[in-house]
């Protein structure tokens, strides 16, 4: 048994107990951007993407994104989310548009997965929506702006 | 960023914030009604659908929604459903069968939703047990019968 | 065991074999309408209903319940659904929006359960968004319009 | 009517209402057991099955499991599931693999099937890792060790 | 980067490539057994388990988990499944109940997953829909009974 | 109505129609890059970090993730996913991880978007396991390699 011991204790993942800490109000911002080049992102602007109402869509992937995290990443709590908004931006400079989602909710374990999966579904669904006019769009720098609420307190980039 | 800002105005669909409302006990109840026409209404009186057993399916099929209604429903808030009773009835007169949800939690939001989606869902359900027989069944009038809860009050048709 | 092969005789629901049928185009249409009464009706078609944008957010969710049918309805085959549309049309006169899907694939089995259901959820979508204004909207007479394709052949309402 | 009553009554399936429970900390523990026979209890115990980590992704399987058991098992309660452990133990005299997951949470219901379900997906991972090897594996024995708090109190096998 | 490639050597589990194989019709029957203790048994034979209707919502759970196992067992290839019965037999003596799927499809791959899936997730209804009544149950022996079709051939217990 | 059309106009989403497509085998590589910052990567590289197997569990959150493209992205069309390979490289003098994932289906339409979804997904598994020891964490340029199949033919960056 002592080899099968090895095997296992490398692989220990676990969802941690959070079941001794309260529930308090938390909230985390996360932001990311989309690079489109300048074809896709004049069509976009001009709302001529051929598939749809890029923005709309976007939008509603992000949310629905964010109540879906517990199934997506493996160790992830479970958590009533709240609250969801994901705004854009249009970045005219870079052709990119930047991607926000700020999550809020009472919880004993923090929303930080939650904004940044919002986030980033966000953006796979724009490049989905535009990737018949360029295929060599980036998602770039998606990460944690700020995050409020929990034992280790409130964390801004 | 003018045209930009005017493409997202419209669509800035978001998850209402209710991290700020207690939660308490919700319920809510809808009805709907399943139209089948006279020769499936016999069968499915006499359990000779060749599917099987079309309302013990069909009431699985709506509780089960009810507790998926976020992810169904874009703007939903998760919720931990607490309760769920799927009954049926029989109009003979009207060769319908009358479907009811009824639908309890504590939680910071309402369960209207749960409650339609129930009855929705098994609906289809009957729908798809027995559309060999006749495919002009029609789903009608799903509505709210009353809710009660929450800082709007009870309500009732 | 007697009894107990008397219990389980009415019950047993099964997903029928198709495994010997020909994948071919199958189309199915289907409609239904919202009933939202005055006031909504004018907020809707203002764009006014605070939580967004109403019909964005009802297509999305019609279109993503019609790839999620074999989920929700318990005896429905998995398809691989390759055309999903929703649209929606206002009835002024009745304050209603009408809803109608229409879905396609090839495979062995009809869409006729994807375009209902897709139907049905965008219709759940729409009271979502607009049951702040009014509780008493209905969702009526959700019904096949016409399906093709398949060995039953095809079929209008 | 009466014989449409007749067919409902020995189906009336609904999730029980526990609005009126408090929630309190529960644990479950649950075991079962894969026989795997020699040749792919060796090849495991040495890390040698083609398809990759047996053990860590069966952990991560039954993880993720107890986050979807009210997906799963119909009448089930949707549970903010706060801690989950999966572990293996090899039984060299056996060509087996002991698989325990201990499960934990404040709820107004118990755990029991979290766990239960996380043993069995976990399990059902390892077959299907070594299934190219022995299709002759056996899954045993699935059952609860222990259970702690809630009305009815603690339990133990 | 030595240490970083030792870390991820073990753990490369992927998803086959099937992408070369051609789709032929696939089968695949599993079984096995929940024991249930005298009382459990007596009341489910008779009907009398207060949760509702026992078999038909098993039936039901373990149908909709042959559809979902690409969700649940982490390297399975998602497949059409195009037939599903899940069939139980009392077994007075032993208080037990045999549960037993069939499934079939045409696919590059075989479908023994889903056939042990469905009668794991059946079984653990039963066990949910019985534990109120007796804690003590057992799932055992979940098998392989045969499959058929593939590269592999057939097999047979 | 005209107000109505309006409103309608922009949002005229659809997923579109590839039942006229053959079905011919399709690839794609995606790739993107966590920086974990020096003392993050170096707890990773040495198997320290706390929560458990980082590359394994991400891994398995990646080829999962793949699956699920169609209920994530909502205009993407179901797949029947053949293949699935997602790997890590470290990338000591940035501390970084680059994740890679490549992705194949014999379908009527492309894998992009499941490619470029299981690099995000793996990606955030991997913030979300070492988010304890630094919040500060970006995910950077996730973006499509190559790809092949299909009437567009073969791309590459």
Redesign the interface.
Known sequence: ?T???H??A??????????GKPAT?REAVAR?RVRLGERAFEL????EIP???V???A???G??????V?????????????????????L?GEHAVEVEARV?????TGV??EA??AV??A???I???C?SVD??????????VR?SGGKSGD?E?
């Open positions: 048994m080899a099968f011991t095997i296992d490398q692989g220990q993942a676990r969802m941690v107990d959070v079941s109000v990311g976009l602007v001009r709302g598939k749809g109402d923005l709309a869509v939008r509603v992937a949310i629905m994104a964010a109540k879906r517990d199934q997506l990443i493996p160790l992830c709590h479970p958590l009533p989310v709240e609250a969801v908004e994901v705004h854009f931006e249009a005219a809020r909710t009472r919880a004993a930080e997965m940044l999966t980033s579904v953006a796979l669904a490049y989905d929506m990737k295929k060599g769009m980036t998602i770039e720098t998606v990460h944690l995050k964390w980039r």
